[in-house]
């Protein structure tokens, strides 16, 4: 994150976490130059993770970590889906098929960004990517869709 001109100590002086969580967002997208995700997918994303930020009681904020982790996990699952569903249209999935693997993809997102490798002092544009870019590989791999 200090590559990108941020820290957790400035992102906790913030004290908005949703200004924080578009912070980290935008430091994610930053760190992905080769992306395939069009710019309406990334403001979908970045809504996604800020109304995560909202559901959050107000004497319980999530930490700037969390909101890392919920960043990559948000954007693995986003560009998954898209990736995989195609496969799952040509394939005939039922509708009931096509909701299991959503939620397979979603949880084996989260799990990954659970793990994601990351610098205690703070996540680097590298870390994320490489999180990021893992997680969309191995799901790939997992559900058959070539990358």
Do not use: C
């Not at 793990?115 to 990021?132: F, K, R, V, W, Y």
């Amino acid at each position: 994150m200090q590559s990108a001109g941020l820290n957790y100590d400035e992102l906790r002086a913030l004290g908005d976490p949703v200004a924080i969580g578009i912070k980290i967002v935008e430091a994610a997208f930053e760190a992905k130059a080769d992306s395939t995700l069009a710019d309406a997918e990334e403001r979908d994303i970045v809504a996604e993770v800020v109304a995560w930020i909202l559901e959050y009681p107000a004497d319980r904020l999530p930490s700037p970590e969390d909101i890392v982790r919920k960043s990559i996990e948000t954007t693995i699952v986003e560009t998954a889906l898209t990736e995989i569903s195609s496969s799952l249209h040509d394939k005939g999935a039922s509708f009931s098929e096509r909701r299991s693997v959503e939620q397979q993809i979603r949880d084996v997102a989260a799990e990954y960004a659970s793990q994601a490798d990351l610098s205690a002092t703070g996540a680097t544009e590298l870390e994320m990517a490489t999180a990021i870019e893992t997680g969309i590989r191995d799901i790939g791999m997992i559900f058959g869709v070539d990358q």
